[in-house]
């Protein structure tokens, strides 16, 4: 039996269970530490299943940080007391489904082997197995984001109740992280570029639109309540653009000014006018950030290990060395692989300029390029980067056998 054959017959359950199984034994011997963002997440999480609402461990509330990770957490200290083992069971749980979500992508719009392919580079890709330790949105949003695309491009479902249900989750995946917001406005345009009706697909997008905000009322309620403005979910993007551009910024992360503000809203208005005002007037500046921004959000995959603190009491700086290779020389392969694949994806076509596996990983390679950059901000991409890397394998392994197994979508 050929290895292509072989991969053809694979079961995506045997893949999951190998996914559980191998986030299973990192949670066994890394046990969770919260640091950096990690450690706020944790004390938001407390102070809202303890009653206090939103706020910073000081009490002051707060609408900085989206909510979405910390209330996740909260439900979990709420149901099950306030222990890291709910919130590991639960990252594993999602680590899982976002393996099976990119397979089942993969098989609707290009075949069983490349699905299976994909569910294998997603089970086995080191920052995602690393991530099951540690409290952070990555894992959170990467499954929204899936679960929206899988929902949009199901055919079995009532479309009301499909915009309903891929509506939803881009909420979700916006009080994780707000940059998922573009997409209640890009499904429904690519739903017309695919053949649907314009107005279909007007309305359709409506109905999305229609549900994301009324799940978004209730904090928006809040907000309004607390800041006398309004604010959707978070008040840190004016305050991430500037980080990425203003006269002392090297692309990335840096700390604020010490500057009295009434609130963070105002705050966040402040620093989106310094930054607007720094890319209008000094446009080459932007342009040699946006490069510096491409090489700091794409040369590596090391987060995984900074943000696992409990790796840092009991290993030695080679062996975090080592591991960081490791989980970086993944990701290289996986990039290679997967702009192979894109090649191939150009030449044979077999999806549309306009797919949404095309456009949605688009959107989110070129956000952190243009705002403020971090290795970890380039992870929405891996599971479209697994997609592309295992048709670059399928397509060389049917080179290699004859004959070639048909590609063709099973869902």
């Known amino acids: 039996m050929t290895a292509f054959n072989s991969l ?26 919260p640091v950096a963002d990690s450690y706020l997440y944790n004390a938001f999480a407390h102070s809202i299943a303890s009653g206090k609402g939103y706020a910073f461990p ?3 509330l ?3 940080w989206p909510v979405g990770t910390s209330a996740i957490y909260a439900a979990l200290y709420f149901l099950f007391g306030k222990s890291f083992l709910p919130i590991v069971l639960f990252n594993l749980v999602i680590g899982t489904a976002i393996v099976w979500l990119a397979h089942a992508i993969a098989a609707r719009y290009l075949s069983k082997v490349a699905a299976n392919l994909t569910a294998i580079f997603i089970a ?18 990467i499954f929204f984001i899936l679960a929206a695309i899988y929902i949009w491009g199901s055919k079995q479902l009532q479309p009301t109740f499909r915009a309903i249900l891929w509506g939803a989750c881009i909420c979700a995946a916006t009080y994780i992280r707000p940059t998922a917001l573009p997409l209640l406005a890009l499904f429904p345009a690519l739903s017309w570029f695919s053949g649907e009706k314009l107005r279909h697909a007007i309305v359709h997008g409506a109905i999305a639109v229609i549900t994301a905000a009324i799940l978004f009322a209730p904090w928006v309620y809040r907000n309004h309540t607390l800041f006398h ?13 500037w980080m990425g551009n203003n006269p002392q910024s090297n692309g990335g992360y840096m700390e604020l000014p010490e500057i009295a503000f009434e609130n963070e809203v105002a705050r966040d208005r402040y620093f989106k006018q310094q930054a607007v005002d720094f890319i209008a007037h000094n446009p080459l500046s932007y ?21 696992n603190g409990d790796l840092y009491k009991h290993l030695n700086s080679t062996s975090l060395l080592v591991l960081k290779l490791l989980s970086t020389l993944y990701w290289w392969l996986m990039i290679s692989c997967a702009l192979l694949g894109f090649y191939y994806l150009c030449k044979r076509k077999p999806l549309p300029w306009h ?42 392994l049917q080179r290699r056998h004859s004959p ?8």
């Open 287 to 307: 342009l040699q950030l946006m490069v510096k921004r491409a090489i700091t959000t794409y040369k590596s995959e090391t987060i995984g290990i900074v943000w």
């Open 229 to 241: 403005q309004f604010v959707l979910v978070s008040a840190n993007g004016g305050v991430n653009l």
């Open 124 to 141: 086995c890709w080191p920052i995602l197995i690393e991530f099951t330790t540690i409290l952070a949105s990555e894992l959170i949003f």
């Open 404 to 411: 070639p197994l048909l590609n063709t979508p099973t869902l």
């Open 8 to 33: 053809a017959r694979f079961n995506i359950l045997s893949i999951c269970i190998i996914a559980f199984v191998v986030r299973a034994v990192w949670a066994f011997l890394v046990a969770v530490d």
């Open 62 to 64: 707060t609408v900085y």
């Open 355 to 396: 797919h949404v596996l095309f456009a949605v990983s688009a959107f989110f390679f070129v956000l952190p390029i243009f705002t403020v950059a971090q290795d970890r901000y380039h992870l929405p991409l891996d599971p479209f980067i697994a997609i592309f890397a295992a048709y670059a394998i399928e397509q060389i």
């Open 58 to 60: 000081a009490g002051n």
